[in-house]
């Protein structure tokens, strides 16, 4: 596989031209906020409602049904995220390295869709039946299934799809070098982390975060450049002098 990247260039500075990068950013920013808020909503909601009662109906399951409702609309910007970066290597693209990428980016998706169709299954069940829900063996069943999902099968997933990424940006160059081996060491961080805090999860949107800001700023960067050429006077005599 070619080491170059398109256009004979070494970095991103030289994609910006197209609207993919921007695309990705902006798609990379709302997933890693909607991701973050329903995860965080979802982990503090659960953890309060063993007390039983109708409090937990009360005064959470507003925010809990909210954070079930934001990640459908997480999981199309994080879709997206992964279709714009696939278009950046373009024919430079490894075959091997992508397929990994995609496979393991949709199956984070899947994983991530089931464990908030299993929340909003505890939430129904509780309106159904407030006052022994909140205690019962089958909310603590599907309180589990949530927190495994999320902390141990999705991340996993996740950190494959961050290492497979990041492979690619080695091979191609198409992003600096510091970010790739910041990004595998990411995905080792979620590959082997074996607990359920809720600040392991929250490492994988974080690093969606910072791709997403760089190739803004980039992208700015590259904008205002151009501008700055096209702005500056021709000088010279008639041509052949």
């Known amino acids: 596989m070619p080491s170059e990247t398109p256009n004979g260039s070494s970095s991103i500075e030289d994609l910006p031209a197209r609207r993919s990068p921007r695309a990705a950013a902006i798609a990379g920013l709302v997933f890693a906020v909607l991701f973050s808020v329903s995860v965080v909503l979802i982990r503090l909601t659960l953890s309060g409602a063993t007390t039983g009662g109708e409090v937990w109906l009360t005064e959470r399951a507003g925010w809990f049904e909210f954070a079930i409702l934001l990640m459908p609309f997480a999981g199309l910007a994080f879709l997206w995220f992964i279709a714009v970066v696939r278009s950046l290597l373009g024919r430079f693209e490894d075959q091997f390295f992508a397929t990994v990428m995609l496979g393991s980016g949709l199956i984070f998706l899947a994983m991530v869709f089931v464990a908030a169709g299993v929340a909003g299954g505890i939430l129904a069940s509780y309106t159904r039946d407030p006052v022994t829900f909140g205690g019962s063996a089958a909310y603590d069943f599907a309180r589990d299934v949530v927190a495994q999902i999320f902390t141990i099968y999705a991340m996993r997933m996740a950190a494959v799809f961050v290492m497979s990424l990041a492979t690619l940006w080695l091979r191609t160059k198409v992003m600096p070098r510091w970010l790739a081996f ?60």
């Open 182 to 241: 910041l990004s595998l060491a990411v995905a080792l961080v979620l590959l082997f982390a074996l607990t359920h805090s809720v600040w392991v999860v929250l490492t994988f949107p974080a690093w969606v975060f910072l791709v997403s800001v760089y190739i803004l700023i980039v992208t700015f960067r590259h904008r205002q450049a151009a501008v700055a050429d096209d702005a500056t006077p021709t000088t010279g005599g008639p041509a052949g002098e």
